[in-house]
């Protein structure tokens, strides 16, 4: 489902107060990864952690912690780091990571205790200074925050009430009846002749207006077929005749036709044709205007419904066929508010990409050998991360740019394209960046949080999958140059031979690309400092991991700047970089204590910086927590 502002509304509402926001700086020179997990083989208290702490690619690459740099492991799950006494003013960033491979996890509940003297030559007069907390500032980009309206609400809780109503009725989907013959009773699949421009065809709607699946609806759609292309088919409810021109709907058929249908078959693997047409549906129609209530600030521009993958013994309101809906033209707002055809045209093909995505994974994973069933369908988290790839994709197929690029805002405003295509995902992303205690990975069943934390969800997987895409494709040449990440996405999309899904998916599919183990604790390690890392400028001195801690795609840094700009032609994000962090001024006797909550997925950012310092130390402990808990990690980097 696409979603977005309702033609030129604000930015949303308030958030709360203003957050510290601390620049990491502007080279790297140093480096080391700790993992709380090598308290499995510790010893004694204050035994040091083993020289093979490093795991995975981590471990390869034999990163060394900063020299007089110790680990141990203390009683009562603590984790103690020093580093050495510096006699100039240093800057360090510390990532505390919560790498728990399960999103079933308890959030970790943390005590990160910080303590430092001064350095040589400096007073011990100078007052110790705690670290700031990072708040929530106001919205930045699109969020449906519940008090934007409604309409942000319903999207988010859209996929899973689909599922939910699929968990009740369980019907069988369609893959299974497609040999049955007309005899078969009430479920048999029909197949159908290939559409042809002008005639009328009637479909079910089993979207009700609150937004809500009913397999038992009998509202019908009626139809005119507008234009017709090797893969795609555009219908137009006859209630809306009229809005759109023929040569508007052509202009959509050639960029879903020519561009998307091709980048999404070749990211995601081919939809079935259960319905035996040739082509997807694009239906556009007012059902979708009508979900949205007059006056929101945002408005919900479509969504492929998984219940027209049900055979209609279970589901009588199934379409048994691949349909996507989208916004109806509406100009005088007879539905809802006024929705001109240049909207509708303007958003519809980020609309295909994304909902497209949704069909094909849902198609792969309810159908083939085996037993399957609509519960198959990938997690949230996962699943609209990828979605959201396919329109951040599509943006740069459309303006012939491609990943690994170090894409600039100037880059991708200049394309015209970025509205469309990608100023959501910076907006999601900026609420994961924002959030100090994300639920990244959804609740703790994998299912939609709802309201701003689903917005923080999708943001790390779109991000995280970005990274992911960058650093773990296979080498090019990929459909858009640079690496093959479509090999990726193709694996993530079907969930391999058994149907995986959420991080043992991503585990399974990093792994085959790679020819070795890859585990998601390596995956949270290497990801955790891309964000606070990227932009930073590279020193001679870095060893390869390092390459790890960015976005060859994006700079992010730049990005945030320019939305952070008012002269782009939107309202501006609050912030030209979004990222929580605390901070911890070393220029004086630091004593202090910070408590915080940790869900699976999450990393908490402090900056360290002042001096010349005299040693730190830190001591993290878990509550309730006899050891230092697997899956927690602990990440410190030396900026200067």
Not at 3 to 15: F, Q, T, V
Not at 360 to 384: C, H, I, K, Y
Not at 528 to 540: H, I, K, T, V
Not at 583 to 603: H, I, K, N, T
Request: contains cysteine.
């Amino acid at each position: 489902m696409v979603w977005g502002p309702g033609g030129g509304g604000g930015l949303g509402a308030s958030l709360g107060a203003v957050k510290h926001r601390v620049p990491i700086g502007p080279v790297l020179v140093l480096a080391a990864v700790l993992a709380a997990s090598c308290a499995d083989t510790s010893g004694p208290d204050g035994a040091s952690c083993p020289p093979d702490m490093f795991p995975g690619r981590w471990g390869r690459q034999q990163l060394a912690p900063q020299t007089g740099t110790a680990c141990e492991v203390g009683a009562a799950g603590a984790y103690r780091l020093t580093a050495p006494a510096s006699d100039r003013p240093a800057r360090y960033l510390l990532a505390v990571v919560n790498a728990a491979p399960d999103p079933a996890a308890d959030a970790r509940q943390l005590r990160l205790e910080i303590a430092s003297s001064p350095g040589a030559g400096v007073s011990t007069a100078v007052a110790s200074r705690a670290a700031v907390s990072a708040g929530r500032g106001p919205a930045v980009g699109l969020a449906p925050d519940p008090r934007t309206g409604t309409a942000g609400a319903a999207e988010l809780a859209f996929r899973a009430a689909a599922r939910e109503t699929l968990a009740e009725v369980r019907p069988v989907p369609v893959s299974q009846r497609l040999d049955a013959g007309p005899g078969a009773g009430a479920g048999a699949v029909h197949r159908r002749e290939r559409p042809v421009e002008g005639e009328t065809v009637v479909f079910n709607n089993a979207v009700d207006s609150s937004f809500r699946i009913d397999c038992n609806s009998q509202e019908q759609i009626t139809a005119v077929v507008r234009a017709v292309g090797e893969n795609v088919a555009l219908a137009e409810d006859v209630e809306a005749a009229g809005e759109m021109s023929a040569d508007a709907y052509r202009r959509i058929l050639e960029v879903a036709d020519d561009v998307i249908f091709p980048l999404d078959t070749a990211y995601f693997g081919p939809p079935g044709d259960w319905d035996g047409n040739g082509v997807v549906w694009m239906l556009f129609t007012p059902a979708v205007n009508r979900v949205t209530p007059r006056g929101n600030a945002f408005r919900v521009f479509g969504w492929f419904s998984p219940s027209d993958l049900a055979d209609r013994a279970g589901c009588p309101a199934s379409n048994q066929g691949e349909v996507l809906y989208t916004l109806a033209a509406d100009r005088t707002g007879r539905f809802a508010d006024p929705a001109p055809a240049g909207l509708t045209e303007a958003r519809t093909p980020a609309l295909i990409a994304h909902e497209l995505m949704h069909l094909m994974s849902a198609q792969q994973r309810l159908s083939g050998p085996g037993d399957f069933s609509f519960d198959d369908l990938e997690f949230p988290w996962l699943s609209e991360g990828l979605a959201h790839s396919a329109e951040a994709a599509a943006g740069m197929a459309v303006a012939g740019q491609f990943p690994a690029t170090d894409l600039r805002f100037v880059d991708l405003f200049g394309s015209g394209e970025f509205r469309h295509f990608h100023l959501n995902n910076f907006s999601r992303a900026s609420f994961f960046l924002q959030a100090t205690a994300p639920r990244a990975l959804g609740t703790a069943e994998g299912l939609e949080p709802g309201g701003l934390a689903s917005l923080e969800m999708r943001g790390f997987a779109w991000l995280f999958l970005r990274w992911v895409a960058d650093h773990r494709s296979p080498a090019g040449p990929g459909l858009l140059g640079g690496p093959a990440e479509e090999e990726l996405f193709r694996r993530l999309s079907t969930g391999g031979p058994g149907r995986l899904r959420g991080i043992a998916n991503m585990e399974s599919a990093v792994t085959a690309l790679a020819g070795e183990n890859v585990y998601w604790e390596d995956l949270m390690a290497g990801w955790a400092l891309a964000p606070p890392g990227d932009g930073l400028a590279r020193s001679e001195s870095q060893t390869e991991p390092v390459d790890d801690w960015h976005l060859p795609t994006f700079d992010l840094r730049d990005i945030f700047g320019g939305l952070n700009d008012s002269e782009n032609g939107f309202p501006p994000f609050y912030d030209p970089w979004p990222l929580a962090s605390d901070s911890v001024d070393l220029g004086g006797e630091v004593d202090l204590s910070l408590r915080f909550d940790l869900p699976p997925g999450a990393a908490r950012y402090v900056v360290l910086e002042g001096g010349p310092h005299g040693a730190i130390r830190l001591d993290l402990t878990a509550r309730g927590e006899a050891r230092a808990p697997k899956g927690l990690r602990l990440l410190w980097l030396r900026v200067y």
